[in-house]
């Protein structure tokens, strides 16, 4: 479908987004109640066969306003209109400005309308059929529109693909399975893809790796993707966490169902997702993406609890629990970072149910170097993917204290589980590098349909990680 700039004339549906302030409709004669300004909702009003019908898309109070809520009405709206078989639409963004102007205001709208029609359909029989081909923003023609649109959309494809990658069956993305696709995927595109697995594992004492990927006959792979279009700046490490399945290993989880783990390489997507949102929208940028990618099984060949492990930077690790998994991969990965010349990294992991407990469904937790958190903390509000700040408590680092080594890779104490996490992965964190961690396990996936976000995998903090790392380029 495509986006453009024009008359509202002959679009079969015009789509007012309003506020629950609104005091009047943006048209004539027609009734406009205060409950129809409700975020999430849509209020139609219907012409004539053959005629213009309106659709008002509720925003919620103007003053909590943000460019999230263009992105869920967008979502909400697209489908309302697929499910009306429209071809034609036109929006009226007036008094939508916000946050980032209405630039931004077009980009969200473009993303959320094109995320909200997103289906995961490719193993049914049926799939689904998409009916519009055009919407047009009613404003005057203007240099920078077209650049807002083809933002939209480089968004709404990095976090779609993020889905995707999230969205597959374990039997379809083993370990080797993602680093196919994310080569076949960037091929001839810019970014650098590389896979090191076996004995270069091996070589680069990659421990954790290889120790959580060996009860697996698929083996573990580590993925490195690079995009430089200015080579002079600061090179950025993005890291993922990459278990394509987590079972818990030999400390097996005792869920009743653990189907959604094969969504436990969360963050591996959403920096995936991000190599494509900055590579689409033309960032000046020197940034690397490391995904460290395994099964978590159990059998006879694996990690067992109370394995030592020790990392090329000196830091032995006894396993406590081999269902805490991701920390001991994303190790390796934080080192790896510094090993290639990173200044600044961002990991991100679907890695603690702790942070779920604390800070629910709707914001991500974050540690790290003040900078660096500050920053992204302050573009999660522009993003949409809010992450809230947690304490590195050193208070807690006694936690982790081990019997035969330098440090367990779990608490020894039930309690603070997401900060002693942090605190585990700032052993590998070099002091030279800026760093933020960030957990978003509760944000892996969505129960339900709802705006934007589509039942399944929503791939979290693609948006927000490209952000940063555009925002780097400009302040550079």
Sequence with gaps: MKFTIGSTEAAQVIIYPIF?????????SLPLHHHMGERGAVTWYYDKEDEQHLLLAGLGS??????????????TAARAAEQHKLRTAAVCLDGCEGI??????????????????YAFDKYKS??????????????????GWEEAIAL???????????RDIGNEPANQMRPKTLAERVAARFAASGVQVACYEGEELAARQMCGLIGVGQGSPHPPVLIEMRYCTDPSKELIALVGKGITFDTGGISLKRDHDISDMRIDMGGAAAVIGAIEIIRR??????????????????????LLPGDVLTYPNGVSVQVGNTDSEGRLVLADALIHAHAIGAKEVVDMATLTYSCQGALGSKYAGIWGDEPTVSTLRSLGRLTGEKVWELPLAEE????????????????RV???????????????????????????????????????????????GARLLAEFVAERSRSS
């Design 281 to 302: 929208s033309g960032v000046r940028a020197n940034v690397a993406a490391i995904i460290p990618a395994a099964e978590n099984m159990p059998d006879g060949n694996a």
């Design 396 to 411: 807690y680092a006694g936690y982790l204290a081990s019997d035969y080594a330098d440090i367990c890779n779990i608490s």
């Design 100 to 117: 980032g102007g209405m630039r931004e205001a077009v980009a969200a709208w473009v993303e959320g309308w094109l995320l909200g029609t």
């Design 20 to 28: 629950l302030e609104t005091a009047a409709a943006p048209f004539q």
């Design 126 to 143: 049926q799939q689904a059929v998409r009916y519009m081909e055009t919407v047009r923003f009613d404003l005057e023609p203007q240099a």
């Design 414 to 460: 039930g309690e603070a589980g997401a900060i002693t996490a942090a605190l585990f992965l700032r052993r590998f964190v070099d002091p030279s590098m800026r760093w933020a961690h960030i957990d978003m396990a509760a944000m892996k996936e969505a129960a339900s349909t709802a705006g934007y976000v589509v039942a399944g995998a929503t791939g979290y």
């Design 62 to 75: 103007r003053q909590s306003f943000e460019p999230e809520r263009l992105r869920e009405a967008a979502g």
């Design 152 to 162: 939209g959309e480089a968004r709404a494809a990095g976090i779609a693909f993020a």
